[in-house]
């Protein structure tokens, strides 16, 4: 299933991409900055979501799982009779001291995500993956993010209001979250799940590669 975006295309980005991900907000951050785009909602596969691969580190992981998320969207593509275009695929996860913080199980999972960050500088990685044919360009940006003390109370309420669930490190930038936040070094557009500078230059590097 693809629904279309309506934005126009900038001169210099001359194609359509897909953007092989069900989150709102990679679609809405590629609307901001004019890219024309399909979403391709990618069958999941069967098994535990985004493992993590024993003593992989954070950056490999990130980076891993936004290719092997571009790589079951090809595959997946192959199989439609979908036209072929490029492919934008990325993964954001949330680590503390070389820790990943992934999505919450349950609420459990989330207070004590919630527990650890709190008052503390924590990172947020984003990897960004574009492919067309044989070509495939990949690209990281890692932001810092410091949260407030918080207090049982706040924890508790964001909890309840199920934000966070379905989101690395158990919160979301954009949503009520925001008032934890005392200061940001980084990318706003990564921590929200797409950083737009990295994916604009991945896009403008595929377009010379087209052209030429």
């Known amino acids: 299933m693809v629904y279309s975006s309506p934005s126009p295309l900038p001169s210099s980005l001359i194609m359509h991409i897909y953007l092989a991900s069900a989150s709102p907000r990679r679609h809405e951050l590629l609307n901001q900055i004019h890219v024309s785009h399909d979403v391709l909602n990618v069958p999941a596969p ?24 571009n790589i079951l969207a090809q595959a997946y593509l192959k199989q439609t009779e979908l036209p072929i275009h490029p492919i934008l695929t990325a993964d954001t996860t949330v680590v503390y001291q070389q820790t990943i913080l992934g999505k919450p199980i349950h609420e459990q999972d989330a207070k004590e995500t919630l527990q650890l960050l709190s008052g503390k500088w924590h990172d947020v990685r984003t ?28 924890i508790q309420d964001y909890i309840d209001s199920k934000e966070g669930f379905g989101k690395a490190g158990s919160y979301a930038v954009q949503g009520r979250a925001a008032t934890f936040i005392k200061e940001i070094k980084g990318s706003y557009s990564g921590i929200m799940g797409l950083p737009l500078y990295e994916t604009h230059q991945l896009l403008m590097e595929l377009s010379s590669f087209i052209k030429t």
Do not use: H, N, W
């Open 127 to 154: 990897a960004v993956v574009l492919s067309y044919q044989d070509i495939l360009l990949e690209s990281i940006c890692t932001s810092q993010v410091l949260f407030k003390p918080l207090s049982e109370q706040e």
């Open 46 to 69: 069967e098994g535990e979501d985004e493992p993590i691969l024993p003593g992989e580190d954070p950056l490999d992981y990130v980076i891993r799982t936004a290719k092997d998320k």
